[in-house]
């Protein structure tokens, strides 16, 4: 049980496109659902909280306009990057909490690449 | 501010040779201390989640414990297939300064490597 699936799980695009990543919980409903970042080496970066129904909340210095969030069912999220540049190149995760007893299981990551 | 600090940076065992990964933590009120497991390109593995101190939980060859201050992740006899990046992250029960209930912190993860 509580499994969290990521498509796709890599990307190569553009700069200056945008590219949707989707988080799903595939075993257990999730009323909110969480978005990281990480780069090489270096511990996950929470960019914001995503509550189904409602706007997300994101971290201090995370661009709102940039990083579009959506949580629209208590199974599924999206996060859109938008206009993408190479600086947003990274390894983007998402993670669902459960309702049952708050823990927070993570999916397996979706590697973007800006060209 | 909440903190997690995690130690060693990264830690070399042969095959069998027991030891322990180290977590403090400083947190306003501590909801709960999770231990994962990240493999290279892959999202964090949950294994365990303590909530109070003195609580233990065990898994294969791996047992989390719980003080106020600090959860050790000590692993028995490992196998090369133990090897990963461990991470820690603490839940607060009170929402700090700027930012989000429920959220959690991170340390920067112990990187263990088991050779045969």
């Known amino acids: 049980g509580a499994v969290v699936s990521q498509h796709p799980s890599w990307v190569i695009c553009k700069s200056g496109t945008s590219v949707k990543i989707e988080c799903r919980s595939l075993?257990?409903?999730?009323?909110?659902m969480f978005w990281y970042r990480q780069f090489p080496k270096q511990s996950l970066m929470l960019m914001a909280t995503?509550?189904?129904?409602?706007?997300?909340?994101?971290e201090q210095g995370v661009e709102k306009d940039k990083f579009l969030i959506n949580h629209a069912s208590l199974t599924l999220s999206t996060l859109t990057v938008t206009s993408a540049h190479p600086e947003d190149s990274s390894f983007y995760i998402c993670?669902?909490?459960?309702?049952?007893?708050?823990?927070?299981?993570f999916g397996p990551g979706t590697r973007l690449t800006v060209l | 501010e909440d903190q997690v600090t995690q130690s060693p940076e990264a830690l070399r065992l042969q095959e069998g040779e027991s030891s322990s990964l180290n977590c403090s933590y400083t947190v306003s009120g501590l909801r709960g201390l999770f231990w994962y497991r990240q493999d290279p390109g892959k999202g964090p593995e949950f294994l365990f989640t303590l909530y109070s101190a003195g609580e233990e939980k065990e898994k294969e060859r791996l047992k989390a414990t719980l003080t106020k201050k600090e959860s050790f992740l000590h692993i028995t006899a490992p196998k090369p297939e133990d090897s990963a990046t461990y991470l820690c992250?603490?839940?607060?029960?009170?929402?700090?300064?700027?930012?989000?209930?429920?959220?959690?912190?991170f340390g920067r993860g112990t990187q263990l490597t088991v050779w045969p």
């Open positions: 992250a603490v839940q607060a029960s009170v929402r700090g300064r700027g930012s989000t209930l429920g959220r959690l912190y």
């Open positions: 075993d257990f409903q999730a009323t909110t």
């Open positions: 995503s509550n189904e129904g409602s706007k997300a909340t994101y």
């Open positions: 993670s669902a909490r459960t309702m049952s007893n708050n823990e927070q299981f």
